[in-house]
């Protein structure tokens, strides 16, 4: 029978979890704060009661899997399933080797579950000396121009359409809406229409007039869904995801100050609700040299909800910062950027799920998904609840601010 052992993680930093236990243990799964050994030798807590250790047994047969959820849809879809650690958007469970969500993924990307192997970092919770501030006074200049307002007016003109189902007629207006007011910054707007189940959908393109290739590209998806009423039912979308397409208006606006120094982009998505559709189309018709020129990008998907726990106590304002090996570097750019100018609790993970970085990686791109702290507790998404009273514009803006000086800073470089 598999045993696992808990121990807090900064006990492993700090060299309190040193010499013989250490050299008789498999490399730890990291998941937040906790490190966590699979069959760690009887031995490991002989002389260690001083240490929290936790141990917990696996069923006879059962694994131990991670899995990546939006909001709360694998725990609804599964209430079967023991979950040994819940943080949300992160569960630590265990099941059978044969479980169909290891062997067959779900169509349309609302949780993943994957087998975990010692070594695996399923997450991380970011301290202080993780962090290290660099403001720089030319960021702060591209910062003022970032405006609330605008992302609000953007915002409220999304979702007073009552859905934005993407093959449907109110998708197309709020395509029109943005592309309307991406031309009005100065940007060189086009629809990029496409195939898909149901219809046909689009994605807004917006680049810098000129031919200078692309090096950021900011995206988010624009459509959005209600998976209990269906196709006609309401669907106002305003978190899952008018925040993050606000926030592209809003970056947009921003960035027009250093489009002289740095060629960024921005994209719209359809499609991401029916499996990432519209970023995969936009993907397979990026010209060779528009792909090597692309040096980030940067995915805003739900940035807008103050989430609390499930007992309704608050939570610190937070981002999770989601990519792969390949987006390292962004994600630790974005890292220094959000200690540098918010106060918002970091979060990082390398296993990328669900929303439209993932064709971007899959591609050998370095995208990273930000996404607000908590983002399981938002029960409103994919239906009629998500609506604008529930946006809270300061961590939008917090959020903002991460993303639009991190781009900023790329351009003196």
Request: net charge negative.
């Amino acid at each position: 029978m598999t045993s696992l052992t808990f121990i807090p993680l900064s006990m492993v930093r700090d060299g309190a979890w040193s010499g013989q236990r250490a050299a008789s243990m498999s490399s730890p799964v990291i998941f937040g704060r906790e490190a966590v050994f699979i069959d760690a030798p009887e031995a490991v807590s002989e002389g260690a009661t001083h240490l929290p250790l936790r141990v917990r047994e696996l069923g006879a047969g059962n694994i131990l899997a991670a899995v990546v959820q939006k909001g709360r849809l694998f725990e609804r879809a599964h209430p079967e399933v023991t979950v040994l650690r819940n943080r949300g958007r992160f569960l630590l469970v265990e099941l059978p080797p044969d479980h169909p969500i290891l062997i067959e993924p779900i169509k349309e990307p609302c949780y993943a579950a994957y087998r975990v192997e010692p070594g695996t970092e399923v997450f991380r919770d970011l301290g202080p000396a993780d962090l290290q501030a660099q403001p720089d006074p030319a960021v702060a200049t591209v910062l003022d121009g970032l405006s609330v307002a605008t992302f609000r007016a953007a915002l409220e003109e999304l979702v007073v359409l009552r859905t934005r189902l993407s093959t449907s007629n109110l998708y197309r207006q709020a395509a029109d809406m943005c592309r309307s007011r991406l031309e009005t910054l100065g940007y060189q707007v086009n629809l990029q229409e496409f195939d898909m189940p149901g219809g046909r959908s689009s994605n807004v393109l917006a680049v810098p007039k000129g031919a200078k290739p692309v090096a950021v590209l900011v995206t988010g998806h624009l459509d959005s869904v209600n998976h209990a009423g269906g196709p006609d039912a309401d669907a106002p979308g305003a978190d899952d995801n008018g925040s993050g397409s606000a926030g592209v208006i809003a970056m947009a606006e921003a960035l027009v100050t250093v489009r002289d120094q740095l060629a960024v982009g921005f994209a719209l998505f359809g499609g991401e609700e029916q499996g990432l559709i519209g970023s995969q189309h936009m993907l397979e018709n990026l010209p060779d040299e528009a792909r090597a020129a692309l040096r980030a990008v940067v995915n805003m998907d739900m940035i807008g909800t103050l989430n609390t726990l499930p007992d309704g106590s608050a939570v610190t304002p937070g981002v999770l910062l989601e990519g792969a090996e390949v987006s390292r570097s962004v994600i630790e750019g974005l890292a220094a950027q959000a200690a540098s100018w918010t106060d918002l609790a970091v979060q990082t993970s390398f296993n990328p799920f669900a929303s439209d970085h993932v064709p971007f990686i899959e591609a050998g791109l370095p995208a990273v998904l930000t996404i607000e702290g908590t983002d399981q507790a938002n029960a409103n998404i994919h239906g009629p609840g998500d609506t604008l009273d529930r946006i809270n514009d300061e961590l939008a803006y917090r959020i903002l601010r991460m993303n639009t000086a991190y781009v900023a800073s790329l351009a003196g470089t």
